[in-house]
Each structure stands twice: as structure tokens, then as C-alpha cells.
């Protein structure tokens, strides 16, 4: 079994914790919002808690944000950017809250997602393929926004870089994406019939052989050229990517079926892990979430007993939603249960969603005196 280890000590590394997002839509590091003192005792409540890892955003920006004065990667200048440069403030604060998990020595598990919401980068990922449409499927199905994520990845870490080099050794993984799928209501696969041409080569939508290679094939590419970018400019650096179940999307038993039908109750095909386990990334992660069985879930998708042989799995994101338990006791007590329940299937981690805000409708670590947090103390 797949498994991480200390590089000093050859010790079996567990990266368990929380997700660290304290406001809607990520707004976590927005100059503005960002608490360094109330990041800095969260940081520290993880550590006193035997966590080991915190998951979060490197956002590229939203317009719900922006409306209320809050900017991210984009910055405020974001109409006029027309070079790959990142918004210094954010990277400031997003530095510091990498400074301070290092301080309480907990890897942060960095979620990178779009590119910022500028000119620079828009109008590379908008180029060409007009056969292609919406940014889940352009961001890996198109040269120019595969380029602007090479580009904007480098930037970053350069970024993290200037300010001390010593930090890139706590970020446990760069997500390339998160939750990676593809969308029935948008082209290329609201189609059923006709040749779409791709980055990845043209695909015929009225074969479900075909579609399916147009999914996996474009999403393998994207992976791998991120992941070559992103070692490039931290060698030492792991990469990952996240995805959730076909059983919550109401797939169960489509498994393999090409993307079809194109009109259930629910569009989104989420990638699945044995594409994940195909790439050159180096670590796969899964979501659960409570009513699901954990089990049935990886089944939905297809997963076997043998990728974890290949790569280590670790389930990015677990919690539960709010209608799910009657009190935070029972809440406490079921979030446990599923963490064991995903440690025991082999995974090698989990971090639970999330710490403290409850602009959220799940259940949050802190709330109601930390009984969850007592509760998944590790």
C-alpha cells in the first residue's frame, strides 16, 4: 500500500485534519477579511489537536466578493491586468498563513483551482475551441487555458518563493483542481451526436467510447502538464487533484457509460479515480460525506483495492450537512465514525469540512464549544 513517510525520520506520515475556510466562496485571504492573529490560534487548536495537515484556497477571485470589497489573486485593478502578475496583498496574507502552519508545524494543503480573474489569464482561457463551453471544461480541454495554468502556478510559487523559499516545504500538496468533472449542460457533452475538437484531439459525442476518452484524455494532459509545471518550479513538491463520488450525483451503476444520459436530474460526471491514478499527480484525493456509505461510494466510481497499491488516497474533504444529525453531539460522534471508517479502507488522510465558519450548512469543527473538534482530536 501507497503510503507517505517522513523524509527525515522514514516515519509513516498521516495528513489529518480540517479545511480551513472561513468565509463563503473563499474569501479566506482577502485583504480586508483576513484575520492573521485568528488564522495563527486556529493554526495552533489543529496542532494542540494532533492534526497534521490544513486544506485551502488559493483563490483566483469571484464577482459575489467583489461586490462587497473583497479581492483575491485578481486584485482590485483586475479590468486593467495585463501581465501574469498576482495581487501582492493577497500573497502577503497567504504567505503569512503558511509562515504560521509552519510555525505550528502543520502542512498546508494548498488548493490552486482557476487562474486569477484577469485579462492576462481570461483571455488565454477563452481562446479558441469554440466547440468547448464553460470554465470546467475549457480549463482542461483548451491549449490556452492549460498554458495560463502553467504560467499561473509558476507565478505563484515564485511569489512564495521571494518572500522565504523555506516555506515551500510546508505545503504538503498543490491541488491542481478541485472536485474535477464534467458538465452535461454545457458543450461539449450536452451533445449527443457531431465531432468536437479538443486539445486533445477531436472526439466523436455520439460514441460513449468516445466521449469518455474526450473526458479522460484532456483531463490526463491537463494533470500532467500542470503537475511538470508546478515541479519545475518547486521540485520537491507533491500535486494532486480531487474528486468526488458517483453516488451522490445519482450515477451509481454508470460507471464506463460515456457521460449519458445528458439530461439526469443531476449534470455533473465527476472524474474518475482511475483516470486520477493514470496521471503523473502523485497523490489522489476522495470526498465523502455523510448520509453516504463510504463504501458504496468508492464502488459508484469504480475505485479497486489495487490503486492504493499504485498512489496514496486521502479524502481532501468529509463532514456532513446540518439536516444530517439532530444535535452537534451526534454530529461529533458520526464525523468520527466516518473518519475511521476512511482511514480503515486504506486512505492515508482526511481532512474535515470545515473549521469554524457557519455561513456553511454542515456541521464546523468549533462550533457549540469544539465538541467536534473534541471529538476528531487525532
Keep these: ?23 463563503l466562496v473563499h474569501k479566506t485571504f482577502s485583504p480586508g477579511f483576513y484575520d492573521p492573529e485568528q488564522a495563527g490560534a486556529a493554526l495552533a487548536k489543529m496542532a494542540e489537536g494532533g492534526f497534521t495537515t490544513v486544506r485551502t484556497w488559493a483563490y483566483h477571485g469571484h464577482i459575489n466578493n467583489r461586490q462587497q470589497g473583497f479581492y483575491a489573486m485578481e486584485g482590485p485593478d483586475y479590468h486593467n491586468q495585463d501581465t501574469p502578475e498576482l495581487w501582492q496583498p493577497y500573497v502577503d496574507n497567504l504567505v503569512d498563513f503558511i509562515a504560521r502552519a509552519c510555525h505550528n508545524g502543520i502542512y498546508v494543503h494548498l488548493v490552486i ?6 485579462p492576462f489569464y481570461r483571455d488565454q482561457v477563452n481562446s479558441g475551441y469554440p466547440d468547448v463551453e464553460g470554465f470546467h471544461h ?6 490556452g487555458s492549460i498554458e495560463a495554468k502553467e504560467i499561473y502556478v509558476a507565478e505563484l510559487i515564485a511569489n ?4 522565504n523559499p523555506d516555506l515551500l516545504s510546508t505545503i504538503f500538496a498543490y491541488e491542481i483542481r478541485n472536485e474535477i468533472r464534467a458538465d452535461t449542460r454545457f458543450a461539449p457533452f450536452n451533445r449527443t451526436e457531431g465531432h468536437v475538437n479538443t486539445v486533445a484531439g477531436t472526439y466523436d459525442m455520439g460514441s460513449p467510447e468516445s466521449r469518455l476518452a474526450c473526458f479522460e484524455e484532456n483531463l490526463t494532459l491537463f494533470l500532467n502538464r500542470t503537475s511538470k509545471a508546478i515541479r519545475k518550479a518547486d521540485p520537491e513538491a507533491l500535486t494532486t487533484a480531487s474528486i468526488f463520488a458517483y453516488l451522490p450525483v445519482h450515477k451509481d451503476g454508470l460507471y464506463g457509460e460515456g457521460l449519458l444520459p445528458i439530461d439526469m436530474r443531476d449534470t455533473r460526471w465527476p472524474a474518475l479515480p482511475r483516470v486520477l491514478v ?9 470526498h465523502g460525506y455523510v448520509p453516504y456509505d463510504w463504501d458504496q461510494a468508492l464502488r459508484s466510481s469504480g475505485f479497486k483495492q489495487e490503486f492504493l497499491t499504485k498512489k496514496p488516497f486521502i479524502c481532501g474533504e468529509f463532514g456532513a ?16 465514525d466516518l473518519r475511521n471508517t476512511i482511514l480503515d479502507s486504506g486512505f492515508s488522510g482526511a481532512n474535515q469540512f470545515t473549521w469554524d465558519t457557519k455561513e456553511h450548512t454542515r456541521w464546523t469543527m468549533m462550533e457549540e464549544g469544539a465538541v467536534i473538534f473534541e471529538a476528531l482530536r487525532y
Excluded at 113 to 118: A, V
Excluded at 138 to 143: D, G
Excluded at 160 to 163: F, Q, V
Excluded at 278 to 286: A, C, E, K, N, R
Design 113 to 118: 483551482d482557476r487562474e486569477p480573474d484577469t
Design 138 to 143: 475549457r480549463e482542461y480541454m483548451t491549449s
Design 321 to 336: 450537512h446540518r439536516w444530517a444529525f439532530e444535535t452537534v453531539e451526534l454530529a461529533g460522534a458520526g464525523l468520527l
Design 278 to 286: 493514470q496521471s503523473d499527480i502523485d497523490l489522489v484525493s476522495f
Design 1 to 23: 500500500m501507497a503510503v507517505f513517510r517522513d523524509s527525515a525520520s522514514q516515519e509513516v506520515f498521516r495528513p489529518v485534519g480540517s479545511n480551513y475556510v472561513p468565509g
Design 160 to 163: 512564495i518563493k521571494s518572500r
